[in-house]
């Protein structure tokens, strides 16, 4: 029979076949092994500037990274030549002997180089002249036999404007370096606060996000910008009207989730909110929910020379930035509900009536998201509980600016543009702008009435000519208010806070003359002591005094001499 050997015949042929084939995929395999190629990938770094000039060197300084014009994602390269300098910047990339790679790279503005140097064999360029949008350069190139290393660069050309470049590729072989890691969709930032506020706009700020290219903010859930930094200010708002923010952060791979929201109110324009009641000129003083020696006063006895009557103080709860106040019996109210008449009446005089927070033994602390939001609600509370205009941070252990400063922009949102805020920090805490409370007194400066610096318990202190003064001057009253006034507030939003009487603090008393010759010094050039200001400030706001009730222990002898002063200025 023929179907035996001829099956025999097809085995031994197919046997024959499959060992063949074996042989030929082990030569493969072993051609494999011996030859294999690297994966293709994009051996240049930071290939989009998304990190600044990490990797890259540009010649003379002549590069930077800009937000616009852009290729690709939020940043690209933006060189200038000048002089001798060609703007040249270039990286090292890794790669493999005996390769080819394709090098791109999109580029405008003036005369834009692309090149590989060290290649090992044919190094190669090209170019474009000046381009008004953006254009790809291409060329290739091979390495040599022992090469590891070449230098891309670009660079634009003598005496002509900056060229822009972005997304440069250098595509092939991996040399061991890898490429750009892909992007993964960044965090939701954080750290969001409003900054500076007009009739209609808000200024937001917030912390920069690891991976982020790019920003978008929201307004009541709905996209209005987007921005390539950690601050943006919304315009085109309505007057005197709270608006609620949120931002997020993108790159290639997405965008974050939404922030936490903050809320934001513009102002009814002009500089500064200096609340009802508040003269151009005016005269504070603390009123003591306390005895310790001092007049006990009733709110309704204090002298009319006060035109802002801080009340003193407010207390802790157990909940972190939470106040409350308790109206203390030994000041003789027969209830809250006259301590309140007596406010009332005081407002209907054209006075403004505010809780102070802190003082020598104040416990308040603010420094979380949490405890801000806490500070602003319970004074608002207060603030519609007992009629009080405003709050006056008088945190004399210790203030973070970051959140003080959330809480008061949530204070201020709630409240309206009615609000007085009046700050009482000690000398050391206002000699450079970069303090916590001199920092916070600057971030709320369109909702600041009035910083009354305490020129007392203090020693002596720098003035801002940089010599040192000692307390119980006028030169120290005049010298240090200087830092003050030139290092970012209004004049109208400056005060001289001064004790009432030798009693009123354990140093750093001055007699009211000496106060109304350096309101004088300041305001008008005159009665100055050795320092002298570079210029006038006709309109500092006035002064302050600890305490109204030490002040009626000595017969009103500070508010009588220094009150009409304070409402004579010009």
Request: charged share 10%; hydrophobic share 35%.
């Amino acid at each position: 029979m023929e179907r035996a050997p001829g099956g025999r015949r097809r085995i031994r042929t197919w046997i024959g076949g499959t060992v063949a084939v074996l042989a030929a995929g082990a030569l493969s395999l072993t051609g494999l092994t011996g030859t294999a190629q690297a994966a293709d990938v994009n051996v240049a770094k930071n290939a989009g500037f998304e990190s600044g000039l990490t990797n890259w060197t540009c010649s003379a300084g002549s590069g930077a990274t800009v937000g616009s014009p852009v290729h690709g994602g939020a940043a690209a390269l933006r060189a200038t030549p000048g002089g001798q300098d060609n703007a040249k910047c270039a990286q090292a990339v890794a790669v493999q002997p005996n390769s080819t790679y394709t090098l791109s790279a999109w580029v405008q503005g003036g005369y834009a180089y692309l090149g590989a140097e060290g290649t090992g064999t044919t190094d190669v360029s090209a170019w474009t002249p000046d381009s008004s949008g953006w254009k790809q350069l291409t060329t290739t190139f091979r390495t040599g036999a022992s090469t590891r290393s070449v230098t891309v660069y670009t660079h634009g050309w003598y005496g002509q404007s900056a060229y822009y470049a972005d997304d440069v590729s250098v595509f092939g072989p991996d040399g061991g370096g890898g490429g750009d890691p892909e992007p993964q969709v960044p965090g939701a930032p954080s750290g969001l606060a409003v900054g500076a506020v007009t009739s209609s706009s808000v200024t937001l700020n917030w912390s920069a996000v690891s991976g982020a290219t790019g920003y978008n903010v929201y307004r009541a859930g709905t996209k209005v910008q987007s921005a390539s930094g950690t601050s943006s200010t919304v315009t085109g708002l309505a007057a005197n009207t709270s608006y609620d923010f949120q931002v997020t952060a993108t790159n290639a791979a997405g965008e974050s989730a939404k922030s936490a929201t903050v809320t934001g109110r513009t102002s009814q324009g002009g500089g500064g909110n200096p609340g009802p009641g508040v003269p151009k000129h005016a005269v504070t003083g603390y009123w003591q929910n306390f005895n310790n020696g001092a007049a006990v006063q009733k709110l309704r006895d204090v002298q009319a020379q006060y035109d802002i009557i801080a009340v003193s103080f407010a207390d802790a709860t157990a909940t972190p930035g939470q106040i409350t106040f308790n109206l203390d019996p030994a000041v003789g109210y027969a209830s809250v509900a006259d301590f309140k008449a007596d406010i009332a009446a005081k407002k209907a005089a054209g006075k403004s009536v505010i809780i102070s927070v802190g003082g020598e033994k104040g416990s308040i602390s603010v420094n979380s998201d949490a405890s801000a939001t806490a500070f602003a609600n319970s004074t608002y509370a207060l603030m519609q509980e007992y009629g009080f205009n405003g709050v006056d941070i008088d945190l004399e252990n210790g203030l973070n600016s970051t959140y003080m400063t959330k809480a008061l922009r949530q204070l201020s949102a709630k409240a309206g543009a009615g609000m007085v805020l009046t700050m009482a920090p000690q000398t050391i805490d206002m000699q450079s702008t970069a303090g916590e409370y001199f920092k916070t007194a600057l971030n709320v400066k369109d909702i600041l009435t009035v910083v009354n610096m305490q020129y007392y318990n203090s020693g002596s202190m720098l003035g801002c000519d940089g010599k040192v003064y000692s307390q119980g001057s006028v030169d120290f009253l005049t010298a240090l208010a200087c830092i003050q006034l030139e290092g970012g507030l209004d004049p109208s939003q400056v005060g001289i806070g001064v004790p009432a009487s030798t009693r009123g603090a354990g140093s750093g008393y001055v007699a009211p003359s000496i106060v109304n010759n350096a309101l004088d010094c300041l305001t008008k050039g005159t009665n100055c002591g050795s320092f002298k200001p570079s210029k006038t400030y006709p309109g500092l706001r006035g002064a302050m005094t600890w305490s109204t009730n030490w002040d009626a222990t000595a017969g009103n002898a500070w508010s009588d001499a220094v009150g009409p002063h304070v409402h004579g200025l010009p």
